[in-house]
């Protein structure tokens, strides 16, 4: 039965004030940064082996177009794992504590990336390459599902009410540093021979993450529990089925909560993936140029890790939702005239587009979001509520996105327009999901209650 009474305490009282020790909040931001650091350093640099590499390597008996589809697959699979991800952990979150999930999927997520390193290819061992490489992207997926939820559930807990929607956008600087990690090491070794680059080079990226796993435990393992789940140990209101009282209590939020990442985890992909192949495939405007896409998302991550922040401190100051609207707005106007320069094969160009789409138009939703999705359920199953919220919506957008593109450009003998369409629409379910969006900032997140 859902609990809604409780007992105040010092961590309810005033959110500004007796809230937590600043030894907490450091390490709840240091642990979530790291971990979101090594969740996109493998999204990317699987995004871009998947957009540059992974075709000819594990799948080249199907031709390059069919090649690149079934590249797109492996990475859509990852997605499809991750809502699983999202239940099992976000079950475990919600029952046993935030800190135990934090140490898994990490160590899940790392694990199966640094195993890809190590796999044969198609001309190596036939087929076999490329079944491990889907068993290895679910593992992956299945951790990753519950990675980001955990982080921004941690750090949402722990921060002040006041200034959470900066402390929850934090550990978002993370995403921006993977990025940075991904994208620059495929921006070195894309400048490399091509039987080099495709011969041993292309494992280094994967194999290096384990030096990040290692850095990842270790800061996790020095956590404290939250005190919004301190409190529900405290008075016995740790509910036994948190995904059956999540459904039973927070469907509209779990669908606004999915709504809302449209705009925002479509469109990363998007501008992440899909336009980095669409610019380098044999019809496309730079044909065989492997640097220009990671060396825009370079850039576009330098931005982004500033203005994150920058965004989640205005939703403090402005509301969560002014802030999301207008950003879903922002991208969903530049959607048709930002792909369209991409045609005129101006690489400046090209690296403002992907800066502005990502730095702006991306990161004006994710800021927000970040304290938005913890601030819209009760603390008894929040980690599974922001989980399911994330990891449908990641499926429905962020994987489908390259694999229904790259098959959309095919069909449509790879018109842009497939690019721009698919990017207004997805922004614009995220701006009409706004209007039904409850204004969270400043809740208490000890209340077992959701946003109303």
Not at 223 to 235: D, I, R, S, V
Request: proline share 4%; with cysteine.
């Amino acid at each position: 039965m859902l609990v809604t009474t409780r007992t105040k305490t010092k961590f309810a009282a005033d959110a500004d004030e007796a809230v937590v020790e600043p030894e907490q909040l450091r390490r709840a931001t240091l642990a979530s940064s790291v971990g979101s650091a090594l969740e996109y350093y493998d999204f990317y640099i699987y995004g871009l082996a998947s957009a540059l590499i992974f075709g000819p390597l594990f799948f080249s008996p199907l031709g390059p177009d069919g090649a690149l589809i079934a590249s797109f697959a492996t990475y859509g699979v990852g997605f499809a794992a991750r809502p699983f991800g999202g239940v099992i952990f976000g079950y475990i979150g919600d029952r046993f504590g935030r800190k135990m999930v934090l140490i898994l999927t990490i160590a899940l997520m790392g694990t199966a990336s640094f195993a890809i390193g190590l796999l044969p290819t198609f001309e190596q061992a036939g087929m076999l390459g490329a079944v491990l490489l889907v068993t290895l992207r679910i593992i992956q997926g299945l951790g990753a599902g519950a990675e980001q939820a955990g982080a921004t559930t941690l750090i949402s807990e722990v921060a002040p009410r006041r200034r959470r929607g900066f402390f929850a956008s934090l550990p978002f600087v993370g995403i921006q540093l993977g990025t940075l990690l991904g994208a620059g090491t495929f921006a070195l070794i894309a400048l490399a021979d091509k039987s080099v680059l495709q011969g041993w080079l292309w494992r280094v990226p994967f194999l290096a993450s384990f030096v990040l796993i290692v850095i990842a435990v270790f800061i996790r393992l020095k956590l404290k529990e939250t005190p919004a789940f301190q409190e529900l140990e405290k008075h016995k209101n740790v509910v036994k089925n948190p995904i059956g009282a999540l459904w039973k209590h927070s469907k509209k939020n779990v669908l606004i909560g999915i709504g809302l990442r449209m705009g925002e985890n479509g469109n990363s992909s998007i501008y992440s993936a899909l336009l980095v192949s669409f610019m380098s495939m044999p019809a496309g405007v730079f044909a065989g140029n492997n640097s220009i896409g990671p060396v825009g998302l370079l850039i576009a991550a330098g931005f982004a890790a500033v203005l994150v922040v920058t965004f989640g401190a205005l939703s403090d100051r402005y509301g969560r939702v002014p802030v999301y609207r207008y950003g879903a707005l922002f991208q969903a106007i530049i959607a048709v005239p930002a792909f369209y320069l991409v045609t005129l094969g101006n690489v400046t160009v090209v690296w403002v587009v992907m800066a502005v789409g990502i730095a702006i138009g991306v990161q004006s939703m994710l800021g927000p979001q970040c304290p938005l999705l913890p601030e819209l359920f009760g603390s008894q199953y929040r980690f599974t509520g922001v989980a399911m919220s994330r990891e449908i919506s990641a499926v429905l957008a962020g994987g489908l996105a390259p694999l229904l593109g790259a098959l959309l450009l095919a069909a449509t003998n790879h018109s842009w327009l497939v690019l721009a369409i698919y990017s207004l629409v997805l922004a614009l379910i995220s701006f009409v999901t706004t209007f039904f969006t409850p204004e969270t900032a400043g809740r208490d997140l000890v209340s077992t209650e959701d946003a109303k």
